[in-house]
């Protein structure tokens, strides 16, 4: 297929940094999801392959401004990195380094001899993405990158278009060329090559010395100090911050003021326009927020804001190009644009890995220690991870990741409202994680503190047994000593006493233990279940639907651990309320139910229980009168389970529980507004010798009928915590669809018959 334009490469990296920015207005509200970023990139995906020239890569076979400079090998290079990252991302078999749609255009990078800065760069980060241990092409691809882009630098720092232009300006570099080199090296070094050990120090003084006055950048140095762009102060902070994952190695315990970088920040936030379509400009706000784990930009959610943009800009076929009051947007073939964009809603959407939480006090005295975990943790789990920053201010934004890190070497002094948010967190499902910065006991003693005013119980942290599941999830540990807080079903908070951040800021690799442990945790807090996106929220949002029934639920008081999840049900609630069904909540103790305003009864718990006579007489008068009871054994809980056993045999001598059948309308999806269940699915998690959770595709449920009618429901599987959307291990039951959807459908028949 011939390309409709030449591949200005250049210009999109140079001259669209000068060009105006249009404001961002109210651009996405809420209305961007996942699901609308997935049918995106994948109709750039399609865009991008139905592009493809005769021989499989995307050359447009010319060249921008021939008499200056070549760009050979640029567009095919940047359009593959794009749709591999899409590949990651997506975990799509079509763009991935094994396709056979991609391999001619991987054999073309492999086999490039780049002579261009940007060529160089974007080759490295494709090869930096395949194995080279058993491909003599790729490791002497990879030595031919680096010995470019290490070679064309300037004895100061920085870059230009060739080693040929070099050599005929010595004294030009530029801060695109420059950006690109280093997001090249930057690529190749996160792949384990080796670079000169002085390359980081010396480019991250040319940055700092080139920063102009007002605390930005601008593309040509000296020749326009003062005319700060807003792509070039991105290109710049990214390019700072990625360097300094290298060279910011110390594991002080204060945190260091950075002059520089805050007043790069500073200007970054005032020119801050999401709603811009200079794409390079969106790509290089994505570096910034991927190396710093900020998710915020001048108080906006980057990556929100500009997916929104480029959602809205996404033309029919899938591709984008600029609006035509931009000069060069009849000059740069549309792939360009569309790589962009696509690596922007790849490279943003993969799982969130953490959330490191900022408060008043040192709790980012390690700025690489999140950063080096994020990054080893996706390497071992073979998917890019990304992790973020979140403040006390917005703690709605803690869910999108399944932990929250705490680290510190000082009391925190969170305050009671706060204290109310870290339990409202671990309440939906999370998990805190918090490490101790240093050797001082005062941060450990600060953390158990908090911890025991996050349940009712006043339950405090524990020392984890040895053979806690946290520590043989995926490897095991050895000699490393963790506290937790349980609330019966699953750790709510864990606390590492020892210094894992100086590991991990220092990248000590030989200190596996030390990145092993919280890679365990994650996989204990997402159960080993799919990795979530980022948008993937388990928050849920109100809805404004109409209601158009009312059903009252109690939660029935049994004692201490009847409740150890007191979000699930209001979670559901809201859930509810998507298929129009207002879910009201009430909490009475057994001889307070009311078949006046309780279509149905919810049992669960810890541990054993027994009622008395009086407490039995009102569970019975309450079923007698038409009243359903439904029980759950939450996470399997053995005890638990014979203890309901046990109540309904007194209450029912001559009623044994019963399986209900496969066919019975709690599953036939017969009653109205509720959902077929042919089939259910179950947590990975199986407890060892327990006949009752072997494995079936089949939804299990026991029961008692009256006249006809169910009045006792039983689960042994757990169907609670599916409620709060988790996959927490440990967990015996229904998969939180699963749960949600045998809940619906229990609710419509109580409120039904």
């Not at 809205?312 to 060069?328: A, I, M, P, V």
């Not at 009622?611 to 019975?620: C, E, I, N, P, S």
């Amino acid at each position: 297929m011939k390309m409709k334009n030449s591949f200005a490469f250049m210009a999109c990296c140079a001259a669209l940094t000068m060009a105006p920015l249009a404001r961002a207005g109210d651009i996405f509200g809420g209305s961007v999801t996942d699901e609308k970023i997935t049918a995106s990139m994948k109709k750039a995906a399609d865009y991008l392959l139905s592009q493809r020239t005769a021989d499989g890569t995307w050359q447009s076979g010319t060249e921008f401004i021939p008499h200056v400079h070549t760009l050979h090998g640029s567009e095919t290079a940047l359009v593959l990195y794009a749709l591999l990252n899409a590949g990651d991302s997506q975990e799509n078999p079509r763009l991935t380094i094994r396709s056979k749609e991609l391999a001619p255009a991987i054999r073309f990078v492999v086999d490039l001899k780049a002579d261009s800065t940007y060529a160089a760069s974007l080759q490295a980060s494709v090869l930096a993405k395949l194995p080279r241990d058993k491909d003599p092409a790729v490791k002497a691809a990879i030595d031919r990158c680096r010995n470019y882009l290490v070679n064309s630098t300037r004895k100061a720092g920085g870059h230009y278009y060739s080693l040929k232009q070099a050599a005929e300006k010595p004294t030009h570099f530029d801060h695109s060329n420059s950006n690109y080199a280093v997001m090249g090296l930057v690529a190749l070094a996160e792949a384990g090559i080796e670079l000169p050990a002085a390359y980081w120090p010396m480019y991250e003084n040319f940055w700092r010395t080139n920063q102009n006055k007002d605390g930005g950048w601008g593309y040509a140095p000296k020749r326009d100090r003062d005319l700060s762009t807003p792509t070039m102060t991105a290109a710049a902070i990214a390019s700072i911050c990625q360097i300094r994952h290298f060279t910011d190695i110390g594991i002080g315990t204060e945190m260091k003021q950075d002059k520089g970088l805050d007043s790069a920040w500073a200007l970054l936030s005032r020119q801050y326009d999401p709603g811009s379509q200079n794409l390079y400009y969106l790509y290089s706000l994505e570096r910034v927020g991927l190396a710093t784990g900020r998710k915020y930009i001048n108080t906006q959610n980057w990556y929100k804001e500009g997916a929104a943009m480029i959602l809205k800009t996404q033309r029919d076929d899938g591709s984008w190009q600029l609006n035509k009051e931009h000069f060069y947007a009849t000059n740069i073939n549309p792939n360009v644009y569309t790589a962009y964009s696509l690596l922007f809603l790849a490279r943003g959407r993969n799982p969130v890995l953490l959330n490191k939480l900022q408060y008043n006090g040192p709790w980012h005295a390690r700025t690489q220690d999140a950063n080096n975990l994020a990054a080893w943790v996706g390497k071992k789990l073979e998917r890019p991870i990304n992790w973020q920053i979140v403040t006390l201010g917005a703690d709605e934004d803690w869910s999108d990741a399944p932990l929250l890190l705490i680290t510190g070497s000082k009391d925190p002094n969170f305050s009671d409202e706060q204290v109310d948010k870290l339990r409202a967190f671990v309440q939906a499902g999370g998990l805190i994680f918090s490490s101790t910065d240093g050797a001082g006991p005062e941060f450990t003693a600060a953390m158990k503190k908090y911890a025991a005013r996050i349940l009712p119980e006043k339950t405090e942290l524990r020392d984890l047994p040895a053979d806690h599941a946290i520590f043989s999830m995926w490897a095991k540990p050895a000699n490393v000593k963790l506290l937790g807080l349980s609330n019966g079903i699953r750790e709510l908070w864990v606390h590492a006493p020892i210094d894992l951040g100086a590991t991990w800021q220092r990248k000590t690799l030989t200190n596996k233990d030390h990145f092993e442990l919280p890679t365990n945790l994650y996989l204990y807090a997402t159960g080993k279940a799919r990795l979530a996106p980022r948008l993937a929220t388990l928050t849920v949002k109100n809805t404004n639907e109409p209601i158009n029934r009312h059903i009252g639920m109690a939660r029935v008081k049994l004692g201490d651990g009847s409740d150890p999840e007191p979000a699930a049900w209001p979670r559901m609630s809201k859930l509810a309320a998507r298929f129009n069904t207002g879910l009201h909540i009430h909490t009475p103790t057994p001889t307070e139910l009311d078949n006046g305003r309780m279509h149905f009864a919810h049992m669960t718990g810890t541990a054993a229980f027994v009622l008395d006579d009086t407490q039995r007489a009102g569970v019975k008068k309450y079923l007698d009168n038409g009243g359903l009871l439904f029980a759950d054994a939450i996470g399997g809980n053995e005890p638990f389970a014979k203890a309901f056993t046990a109540l309904v045999t007194q209450l029912y001598p001559d009623a044994p529980l019963q399986p209900v059948p496969a066919d019975d309308a709690l599953f036939a999806g017969t009653i109205k507004e509720s959902v077929a269940m042919p089939t259910a699915s179950y947590r990975r998690f199986m407890p060892v010798g327990r006949n009752e959770f072997l494995p079936t595709d089949k939804p299990r449920l026991q029961g008692i009928k009256n006249d006809g009618r169910w009045i006792v429901l039983f689960a042994a599987d757990d169907v609670t915590s599916g409620l709060l959307g988790t996959n927490t291990w440990g967990i015996a039951g229904y998969t939180p669809e699963s749960a949600q959807t045998l809940v619906r459908n229990i609710m419509m028949y109580a409120y039904t018959k």
